[in-house]
Structure formats: structure tokens, C-alpha cells
């Protein structure tokens, strides 16, 4: 299942696609995306190119990269029912 997006910016191809320059808005980062790092602090975006320039001429969207690993399943150790002991 596929997180909602949550988008913080934009941004519009420059020299012949060579390079996309973009706007963050730093408010609309939610605290809970920002992670640190050898005392920094960091956030995951992905920009994707629109499918058409909007009204203000940009071409890409920017939005926080939510996806998280799935935690790791400790294997549950089998009983040995032969020890139980009645007291």
C-alpha cells in the first residue's frame, strides 16, 4: 500500500533537461520525515516530472519519500513440550 503524497515543492527542467531546479517549502516538512545523521539533519524527497508544465511553467513535482523498510520478524522459538516440568 502506497503512502499518500505529500508535496513541498516544485521545480522546472533547465538547459535542455540537463537540470531541475526547485523550490522547497521548508513549513511543509513534517517533523516526522526529518531523520539524523552524524549530527545533521536530513530528508528523502523524489522529484518527478510532471505530465504537463503547469500555469507557472514548472515541469516537476517534489514530495517527501515516505516509503519505510518493513521491521525485520523475529522468528519465534518452537516450544519443547517433552521438558515441561508439572511443578
Do not use: R
Not at 20 to 44: A, M, Q, R, T
Amino acid at each position: 500500500m502506497e503512502d499518500k503524497k505529500i508535496f513541498v515543492g516544485s521545480g522546472i527542467s533547465k538547459f535542455e533537461g540537463n537540470l531541475v531546479s526547485c523550490s522547497i517549502c521548508l513549513s511543509d516538512l513534517p517533523s516526522e520525515h526529518i531523520f539524523e545523521y552524524n549530527s545533521k539533519k536530513y530528508i528523502k524527497l523524489n522529484v518527478q516530472k510532471k505530465k504537463e508544465q503547469d500555469q507557472y511553467g514548472k515541469t516537476h513535482s517534489v514530495s517527501i519519500d515516505t516509503w519505510k523498510p518493513e521491521a525485520k520478524k523475529e522468528p519465534v522459538p518452537a516450544v519443547d513440550s517433552s521438558n515441561d516440568l508439572p511443578f
